[in-house]
């Protein structure tokens, strides 16, 4: 069936570091990509997403893009904030009979 | 501004207690879900309901019923709390489209003492 696989965390920086969080996913087809997070005391929210191979998805100034050949969609910023620090799910959206698949999350510390 | 709203943030109850945890979307969604979340097993999917009066079993159902009696509310009951039920449960929505992205609730912390 369709899976996900993140990178364990925790994963701590200091501020202004490059930031790579690596997804890998198993599906039928060729479904859309997410990227969602959480920061502490809330819900995921969508974070950035990516429609078809090729495409990147960018936000807040986070990066992924869609590798069909690799499978792969992988997170990255080039300079992350303390303000960044949450937890990082990389996600696939619902289809058909099938509920969303999310990773078991990253956790991301940045530390001043 | 669209809404998943869970009804409580934090709930303390104690063991052998039933418990409602309710959520409410304002989207017109066919489709939510119950997760629960603990630490280092991310998300874990309890139930699911793609219609009214429809639910699904996810990974982990034991304990716990759900009730979807109005497109809007997606309840979850535990029957009989017991301690390893503490934990984070999260709540989402999506709609019936393919390919959308899901819109969660702020979380119940449910401690069971």
């Known amino acids: 069936g369709d899976s996900v696989t993140q990178m364990e965390g925790p994963v701590t920086l200091s501020e202004e570091a490059f930031l790579t969080i690596n997804c890998t996913y198993t599906a039928t087809g060729y479904p859309s990509l997410f990227w969602y997070v959480q920061y502490p005391g809330e819900g995921l929210q969508l974070l950035l997403k990516a429609t078809k191979a090729d495409d990147k998805g960018s936000n807040k100034g986070f990066e992924a893009t869609y590798r069909k050949e690799t499978t792969s969609f992988h997170l990255e910023k080039g300079s992350v904030q303390v303000s960044d620090s949450a937890v990082y799910f990389c996600?696939?959206?619902?289809?058909?009979?099938?509920?969303?698949?999310f990773g078991k999350g990253t956790r991301l510390s940045v530390i001043a | 501004d669209v809404k998943v709203t869970q009804s409580s943030r934090y709930l303390v109850k104690r063991t052998g207690e039933k418990v409602f945890l309710e959520c409410v979307q304002d989207m017109d969604h066919e489709n939510m879900f119950w997760y629960r979340q603990d630490p280092g097993l991310g998300l874990r999917l309890i139930y699911f309901?793609?219609?009214?009066?429809?639910?699904e079993k996810g990974d982990i159902p034991e304990g716990y019923s759900v009730s979807r009696e109005k497109k809007e509310r997606f309840s979850l009951i535990l029957e009989s709390a017991s301690t390893n039920q503490t934990s984070m449960y999260l709540c989402?929505?999506?709609?019936?489209?393919?390919?959308?992205?899901?819109?969660f609730g702020q979380g119940t912390r449910l401690t069971v003492v």
């Open positions: 996600a696939l959206p619902l289809s058909g009979n099938t509920p969303l698949v």
């Open positions: 989402a929505s999506v709609t019936g489209l393919k390919n959308t992205e899901a819109f």
């Open positions: 309901s793609y219609d009214v009066k429809m639910k």
